[in-house]
Nanobody, 122 residues
Framework: QVQLVESGGGLVQAGGSLRLSCAAS????????MAWFRQAPGKEREFVAA????????YYADSVKGRFTISRDNAKNTVYLQMNSLKPEDTVVYYC???????????????WGQGTQVTVSS
C-alpha cells in the first residue's frame, strides 16, 4: 500500500513557475514508476509526465514538453513536477500516481493522490 500526498499548487501569473511535490509513504517508493496527471472539471484525465523507478527515463505529454520537468528523489520518497512558462490552460487539478511500470494511461497506475489545484491567471 502506498499513500501519496501532493503539495505545491496555487495561484500564479501566466509565464510563472510552480513546483509540485508528491510525498509517498512506505519503504518501497523506488519500486514504483511515478506519474503526474491532470484533470479539469467535466473532462477526461490527461497524462502530463512520467518517470521510471530509477529516474533514468522520463516521458512527457506534447502539451508540456519543454516547459515541465518531472524528477524524483528516492531517498526522500518524493516525486516533483517543475512547471515553467505556465499558461492559463494549465489551470486544472494535478494528481500524482504510482504504478508498477511507466505508462501514459491512468489505469496502469494503482495509487493516486488527492490532487492539488493549479491556477494560472492571464
Amino acid at each position: 500500500q502506498v499513500q501519496l500526498v501532493e503539495s505545491g499548487g496555487g495561484l500564479v501569473q501566466a509565464g510563472g513557475s510552480l513546483r509540485l511535490s508528491c510525498a509517498a509513504s512506505g519503504r518501497t517508493f523506488n519500486s514504483y514508476a511515478m506519474a503526474w496527471f491532470r484533470q479539469a472539471p467535466g473532462k477526461e484525465r490527461e497524462f502530463v509526465a512520467a518517470i521510471s523507478r530509477s529516474g533514468g527515463s522520463t516521458y512527457y505529454a506534447d502539451s508540456v514538453k519543454g516547459r515541465f520537468t518531472i524528477s524524483r528523489d528516492n531517498a526522500k520518497n518524493t516525486v516533483y513536477l517543475q512547471m515553467n512558462s505556465l499558461k492559463p490552460e494549465d489551470t486544472v487539478v494535478y494528481y500524482c500516481a504510482a504504478g508498477p511500470v511507466v505508462a501514459i494511461r491512468g489505469y496502469e497506475y494503482h495509487y493516486w493522490g488527492q490532487g492539488t489545484q493549479v491556477t494560472v491567471s492571464s
